[in-house]
C-alpha cells in the first residue's frame, strides 16, 4: 500500500515538472531575447512620454531620428514627427498596451502597441489607436527609431525596413548577430 502511495506521488510529481518544463519552453520559444529587450526599451520610452519627460524620452530615441526631427525643424519650423512628442501639446500619451512584437532581423524589433491618448482639440480620449515602433539595436542597447501611427504589425514588411533605415543597427550590434547565426547553424 505505501509503495502504491509512493509510485502515484513519483508520477504526479514527473507530470508537474514536465508541464513546467513545456510552460517554460514554450515561454522560452515564444519571445526571443531581443523581442523582449526591445519591449522593454519600448515600455520605459512610452512610460517616459505620458509623464512628460521629454529628456528621458529623447535619451532612448535613435540618434539617426533625432537627427531627422532636427533637420526638420530647420527645414519647416517645426518638430512635427512621430517621435517627437514634445512639439505636438495637443495630444497626450496616458496609457498603452503592447499587442505584438515580431524581430524583423538581427537587432531589429517591430512592437505594435494600442494607444490611448488625450486629444486637446476635441477635449476627449482616443482608445487604442494602433502604432508600431521600429527598435533597433544601437550603443549596447535598443532605441526608439521610427512611429508608425495608425499602422498594425502586418503592414510593417521587414524588406521596407531594411532598406528604409540604413545604418540604425550599428556595426557591433551585426557583428554580434552573425556570430551568433553562425553558433546556431
Do not use: C
Request: net charge neutral; charged share 25%.
Amino acid at each position: 500500500m505505501i509503495a502504491a502511495w509512493v509510485l502515484l506521488a513519483a508520477a504526479a510529481s514527473t507530470t508537474v515538472d514536465r508541464e513546467s518544463e513545456a510552460g517554460v519552453q514554450s515561454m522560452v520559444q515564444e519571445e526571443s531575447a531581443d523581442v523582449f529587450l526591445a519591449k522593454a526599451t519600448l515600455q520605459q520610452y512610452l512610460s517616459r512620454v505620458a509623464r512628460q519627460d521629454w529628456d528621458g524620452a529623447r535619451r532612448l530615441t535613435h540618434p539617426k531620428t533625432l537627427a531627422v526631427i532636427r533637420d526638420l525643424k530647420k527645414r519647416v519650423g517645426s518638430e512635427r514627427h512621430n517621435l517627437a512628442p514634445w512639439a505636438n501639446r495637443e495630444v497626450q500619451l496616458k496609457t498603452f498596451r503592447f499587442v505584438d512584437a515580431r524581430q524583423i532581423a538581427p537587432g531589429i524589433v517591430a512592437v505594435q502597441v494600442g494607444e490611448d491618448t488625450f486629444r486637446a482639440e476635441e477635449q476627449g480620449m482616443s482608445v487604442d489607436d494602433a502604432a508600431v515602433y521600429l527598435l533597433f539595436k544601437s550603443r549596447g542597447g535598443f532605441l526608439i527609431g521610427d512611429k508608425k501611427a495608425d499602422a498594425q504589425l502586418a503592414d510593417v514588411s521587414d524588406q521596407s525596413v531594411r532598406i528604409g533605415y540604413p545604418g540604425y543597427v550599428d556595426l557591433q550590434a551585426q557583428a554580434q548577430a552573425r556570430r551568433e547565426a553562425s553558433l546556431h547553424r
